[in-house]
Structure formats: structure tokens, C-alpha cells
């Protein structure tokens, strides 16, 4: 383990910036009626994220574990992961989005790929962070990107409605968060994760100031996960936004917000597990059954979809709260590396999920409502395939990968010997059977309905391609999960071993 002012542990947040900055500027040379795609911009943008991930994933290859920068910044298998996950998401939505996006007069400038690439940056600071303003630097960055995305088309009135809602909820949640911070900063002398866990692990500081720090945290992660109750936001943002923005939300945020928890809940409070465990439970439960039982009342697929993910992101916590029985951390590890299991591919499939949607969106005409799927099969067999795919790994359907993300988190939780765990399993298998009705509701309208309209599919080949490549990953890594379940498991061991 090294400690100094390692340069070359922040390289993909010195490059991230720079070429963000380089972007801006050459973006500036772009002529929006020469190249109303903004190939420029979007080459430069895909060729950085893709560079950075090559980098992170090579770094995490290394196995090396060290601090940085008066113990700031934390370099590990486990942030250098999430950073080569998040950064491939976010070239999979930039190539999903782009067609979306022009159609939409959204590309007449580069904001789109600039403020991705900053949110981007947030999402890196966030993973790397070992400082309590470090973490909240990166939030806010990632945060203040999200809002003008969401806003990104000012003629549509419920584009900005869904901003101004994200932004005062947003706003509020992060007032949660840093309040939460402040108090146990006050109550330890520290902003330091480490030296936070070091100053409580003495047993000499009062225990209900810790663990008001502790509520107002867990409220603050609980609204970035967008778990009930703090889930207000997430389908007003998810149905008001462009879609391209919606996946953008949805995908490699989500691994950021895993990132905190696991640095915050686990790294600087786990002395206070018992207490922030029994609020995750809460948390989860009531996800698995608000999220399920209200997207069965949708009509309007990313609506669906949103509530789909307060679910999921239930079940992703079952694994959060299952790791430590009774001060013992023994299935710690199983228990965390099956929660980042879980958010990895369920960030996989749903982009997938939204590059569907947009792919039968037109010009004019956004294909969000689940009668605009009907007759899928018969007018694009191959994106109905994709899609049915997707809805049967969200469902948890065998032997696809959502199924063995399900499988590892209810492992976890059944084998800690937590007490009420089995109850809590048999409650999260029967939401899942619940969900299960409006996943097979669409397939049934893309399988079994007459087509509304006869307008054939069409898309550019690299998403073609990509689209293919990110449907057949769905199937390959649940007949093989073994590989990126051992990348999980390992970036945990090695950061809990930290």
C-alpha cells in the first residue's frame, strides 16, 4: 500500500478533465448544418471515455491499493472498476443517444457531450473519494451536469418541469447528505473516511450524535438510488427527460451512488453497521413493494421502467445490509461483491432496455407509451429479441444474467443468518414474481399485438452493433457469470482489506 501525492493514481480524472476542456474548445469549429451529428465532438468524446476505461481496467488488473493526497483520494481495484464500468456505459448511451438527440435538435451545440463528460468527472471523484468533501464535490458536480441535461430541450415543457423537480429534490437530498456530514465531522474532528472510522472505533464519542449523522446520510444515498421514500423523483425525471438523458441517469450514476455507499456506509460507519442496516432494510422493503406494485399501474414504459428501478435498487440493498451479523463481517465480503454484482448488470441491461426505446423513436414522435411496442416482432424481430432479452433478465428469468444477480443477493442474505432474513428472501422472491407481470405485459404486446403502424426500423450500424453486443452480454454473462463475479468479489476483499 503507497501513500503520497500520487499523481498517476488520478491520471483518468486529469485526462477526463483536460479532454473536457479540449472538447469545449474544438466543439466551438463545429458547423451544426455541415455536421448536424456533431461527429467531431462525439469521436473525441467516445475515443476519451474509451481511453480512460483502458486505463482504469488496467489499474484495477494491478491489484494495487494506496492512498493519495493526504489520504483524499483512495486508489483501489474497486473504484478502478466501477471507473472502466461507468466509462463504457457512458459510450453505450452516447451511441444510443446521438441519433435520438439530433433528431431532436439537441446537437445544434455540444452541451450534450460536455456536460456528460463533466457529470462524468463528478461520477470518478465520487468513486475515488476518501474525505467527506471530496465525496460531495463530485456529487454536486455530477448532480449540477444532470440538471441542464435534463432541461437540455427548453421548448419542451415537460423537459423543464422534470429539471425544476429534479433540481429541488436533488437540492434538498444534498442538504440531507452534507448536514449528515457535518455532524459526525463535528462529532469525530475529521473529514477523513478512515480517520472517521478510527475516531469511532475508540467508543469515546456520543452515540446519538453518530447516529443522527448517520439518518441523514442514509437519507441523502437512499434519494441517489431513488429508494422509497425518497423516490419522488425518479419517474417525473425518467418520463420528463430525453430519453438520452433518461438512460444517461440511469446508467453510470447508479455505480457512483454504489461507489459512496460502500465508502461511507461500509469504509468510514461500519462500527455504526447496526444501526444503518436496519434503515436500509426499511428502505428496501418498502422499494421492493412501492416500486413493484406501482409500475404494474403504468402505461408509459420509461414511467415503468422508473418504478422497475426503485425496485431494483431494493433488492440491490438487500446485499448492503446483509454483510455484518452481530459485529461479525465474515460474509461481508459475498454479501457486498453480489450488491456490486447487481448494480453492474442492471446498469448493463437497462441500457439496452432504453436503446430500445429510442430506437423506434422518430422525429416528432417518442416511442415511450407500451402500445407504441405493438407487433415489434413482425416489423424487427431482432430489437424485439433484444428487448425480450432485457425484460426477462430485469424479471430474473433463467438462465439470463438478472437471474444469477437475484440468486447472489438472496445467497447472501439467507446464508448471513441475519435475523428475519429467510422472511425477508421469501418477501423479495414474491415482489420479483410480481414484477414479473409487467415485464411479460410487454412482451406479450411486442409478440402477440397488431402492429399500430407499418414504418419499418432503422438504425445506424454502430448502434446495430452495440445493441447486439449489449443483448447477447445479458444472455453470456448468465450462462458464465463467473468472471465478473470474481472481479466483484475481489475489488471488495481487496477494499475491505484496506
Given at each position: 500500500m503507497?501513500?503520497?501525492?500520487?499523481?498517476?493514481?488520478?491520471?483518468?480524472?486529469?485526462?477526463?478533465?483536460?479532454?473536457?476542456?479540449?472538447?469545449?474548445?474544438?466543439?466551438?469549429?463545429?458547423?451544426h448544418l455541415k455536421s448536424p451529428g456533431r461527429t467531431l465532438t462525439y469521436l473525441l468524446s467516445v475515443s476519451t471515455l474509451a481511453v480512460v476505461a483502458v486505463i482504469a481496467a488496467v489499474n484495477a488488473a494491478s491489484g494495487e491499493v494506496g492512498f493519495a493526497f493526504n489520504n483524499m483520494v483512495v486508489y483501489d481495484p474497486l473504484g478502478n472498476w466501477l471507473k472502466s464500468f461507468a466509462s463504457i456505459a457512458m459510450i453505450v448511451t452516447f451511441v444510443y443517444g446521438r441519433p435520438y438527440s439530433m433528431d431532436r435538435g439537441m446537437l445544434k451545440g455540444g452541451e450534450y457531450?460536455?456536460?456528460?463528460?463533466?457529470?462524468?468527472?463528478?461520477?470518478?471523484?465520487?468513486?475515488?473519494?476518501?474525505?467527506?468533501?471530496?465525496?460531495?464535490?463530485?456529487?454536486?458536480?455530477?448532480?449540477?451536469?444532470?440538471?441542464?441535461?435534463?432541461?437540455?430541450?427548453?421548448?419542451?415543457?415537460?423537459?423543464?418541469?422534470?429539471?425544476?423537480?429534479?433540481?429541488?429534490?436533488?437540492?434538498?437530498?444534498?442538504?440531507?447528505?452534507?448536514?449528515?456530514?457535518?455532524?459526525?465531522?463535528?462529532?469525530t474532528?475529521?473529514?477523513?473516511?478512515?480517520?472517521?472510522?478510527?475516531?469511532?472505533?475508540?467508543?469515546?464519542?456520543?452515540?446519538?450524535?453518530?447516529?443522527?449523522?448517520?439518518?441523514?446520510i442514509v437519507c441523502g444515498l437512499a434519494f441517489k438510488f431513488g429508494a422509497v421514500p425518497f423516490h419522488m423523483w425518479v419517474p417525473d425525471v425518467y418520463q420528463g427527460a430525453p430519453t438520452s438523458v433518461t438512460l444517461l441517469i440511469a446508467g453510470a450514476p447508479k455505480l457512483a451512488?454504489?461507489?459512496?455507499?460502500?465508502?461511507?456506509?461500509?469504509?468510514?460507519?461500519?462500527?455504526?453497521?447496526?444501526?444503518?442496516?436496519?434503515?436500509?432494510?426499511?428502505?428496501?422493503?418498502?422499494?421492493?413493494?412501492?416500486g413493484n406494485f406501482a409500475a404494474i399501474m403504468q402505461t408509459n414504459l420509461k414511467r415503468m421502467l422508473a418504478y422497475s428501478t426503485i425496485s431494483h435498487m431494493g433488492f440491490m440493498m438487500i446485499g448492503l445490509f446483509s454483510g455484518v451479523v452481530d459485529n461479525n463481517t465474515q460474509g461481508a465480503a459475498n454479501a457486498y461483491s453480489a450488491a456490486m454484482f447487481y448494480i453492474v448488470t442492471y446498469v448493463l441491461t437497462t441500457l439496452a432496455t432504453f436503446g430500445v426505446i429510442m430506437l423506434l423513436s422518430r422525429e416528432g414522435f417518442e416511442s415511450e407509451e407500451i402500445s407504441d411496442f405493438s407487433g415489434l416482432n413482425q416489423r424487427s424481430p431482432l430489437y424485439a429479441g433484444v428487448m425480450t432479452v432485457c425484460l426477462f433478465s430485469l424479471a430474473g428469468v433463467p438462465p439470463l444474467v438478472g437471474?444469477?444477480?437475484?440468486?447472489?443477493?438472496?445467497?447472501?442474505?439467507?446464508?448471513?443468518g441475519l435475523p428475519g432474513g429467510v422472511g425477508i428472501a421469501i418477501f423479495a422472491v414474491a415482489m420479483s414474481l410480481v414484477g414479473a407481470f409487467y415485464y411479460l405485459r410487454v412482451i406479450k404486446v411486442m409478440y402477440f399485438d397488431a402492429p399500430l403502424t407499418a414504418t419499418t426500423v432503422s438504425a445506424t450500424q454502430d448502434v446495430r452493433i452495440v445493441l447486439s453486443l449489449n443483448g447477447a452480454l445479458v444472455v453470456l454473462l448468465g450462462l458464465l457469470p463467473g468472471g465478473l463475479m470474481t472481479i466483484c468479489s475481489d475489488s471488495i476483499v481487496r477494499s475491505l482489506g484496506n
Amino acid at each position: 500500500m503507497t501513500e503520497s501525492f500520487n499523481w498517476a493514481m488520478i491520471y483518468p480524472e486529469i485526462l477526463l478533465l483536460l479532454m473536457a476542456c479540449v472538447i469545449s474548445l474544438a466543439d466551438l469549429s463545429v458547423d451544426h448544418l455541415k455536421s448536424p451529428g456533431r461527429t467531431l465532438t462525439y469521436l473525441l468524446s467516445v475515443s476519451t471515455l474509451a481511453v480512460v476505461a483502458v486505463i482504469a481496467a488496467v489499474n484495477a488488473a494491478s491489484g494495487e491499493v494506496g492512498f493519495a493526497f493526504n489520504n483524499m483520494v483512495v486508489y483501489d481495484p474497486l473504484g478502478n472498476w466501477l471507473k472502466s464500468f461507468a466509462s463504457i456505459a457512458m459510450i453505450v448511451t452516447f451511441v444510443y443517444g446521438r441519433p435520438y438527440s439530433m433528431d431532436r435538435g439537441m446537437l445544434k451545440g455540444g452541451e450534450y457531450f460536455i456536460l456528460s463528460l463533466f457529470a462524468m468527472l463528478g461520477i470518478f471523484v465520487m468513486i475515488s473519494s476518501n474525505n467527506f468533501l471530496l465525496v460531495y464535490l463530485g456529487l454536486e458536480l455530477t448532480t449540477l451536469s444532470s440538471y441542464a441535461l435534463v432541461a437540455l430541450r427548453r421548448d419542451n415543457g415537460l423537459a423543464t418541469e422534470a429539471a425544476i423537480k429534479y433540481f429541488v429534490l436533488g437540492a434538498m437530498a444534498s442538504g440531507f447528505l452534507l448536514y449528515g456530514m457535518s455532524m459526525l465531522y463535528g462529532a469525530t474532528g475529521s473529514l477523513d473516511i478512515t480517520n472517521v472510522f478510527k475516531a469511532i472505533m475508540t467508543g469515546q464519542i456520543k452515540h446519538q450524535v453518530l447516529v443522527l449523522g448517520v439518518v441523514f446520510i442514509v437519507c441523502g444515498l437512499a434519494f441517489k438510488f431513488g429508494a422509497v421514500p425518497f423516490h419522488m423523483w425518479v419517474p417525473d425525471v425518467y418520463q420528463g427527460a430525453p430519453t438520452s438523458v433518461t438512460l444517461l441517469i440511469a446508467g453510470a450514476p447508479k455505480l457512483a451512488a454504489f461507489a459512496i455507499a460502500i465508502r461511507l456506509l461500509v469504509d468510514g460507519l461500519m462500527p455504526l453497521a447496526l444501526e444503518w442496516q436496519q434503515m436500509l432494510m426499511v428502505l428496501s422493503i418498502c422499494s421492493l413493494l412501492i416500486g413493484n406494485f406501482a409500475a404494474i399501474m403504468q402505461t408509459n414504459l420509461k414511467r415503468m421502467l422508473a418504478y422497475s428501478t426503485i425496485s431494483h435498487m431494493g433488492f440491490m440493498m438487500i446485499g448492503l445490509f446483509s454483510g455484518v451479523v452481530d459485529n461479525n463481517t465474515q460474509g461481508a465480503a459475498n454479501a457486498y461483491s453480489a450488491a456490486m454484482f447487481y448494480i453492474v448488470t442492471y446498469v448493463l441491461t437497462t441500457l439496452a432496455t432504453f436503446g430500445v426505446i429510442m430506437l423506434l423513436s422518430r422525429e416528432g414522435f417518442e416511442s415511450e407509451e407500451i402500445s407504441d411496442f405493438s407487433g415489434l416482432n413482425q416489423r424487427s424481430p431482432l430489437y424485439a429479441g433484444v428487448m425480450t432479452v432485457c425484460l426477462f433478465s430485469l424479471a430474473g428469468v433463467p438462465p439470463l444474467v438478472g437471474f444469477y444477480a437475484k440468486l447472489a443477493v438472496l445467497q447472501s442474505l439467507v446464508s448471513s443468518g441475519l435475523p428475519g432474513g429467510v422472511g425477508i428472501a421469501i418477501f423479495a422472491v414474491a415482489m420479483s414474481l410480481v414484477g414479473a407481470f409487467y415485464y411479460l405485459r410487454v412482451i406479450k404486446v411486442m409478440y402477440f399485438d397488431a402492429p399500430l403502424t407499418a414504418t419499418t426500423v432503422s438504425a445506424t450500424q454502430d448502434v446495430r452493433i452495440v445493441l447486439s453486443l449489449n443483448g447477447a452480454l445479458v444472455v453470456l454473462l448468465g450462462l458464465l457469470p463467473g468472471g465478473l463475479m470474481t472481479i466483484c468479489s475481489d475489488s471488495i476483499v481487496r477494499s475491505l482489506g484496506n
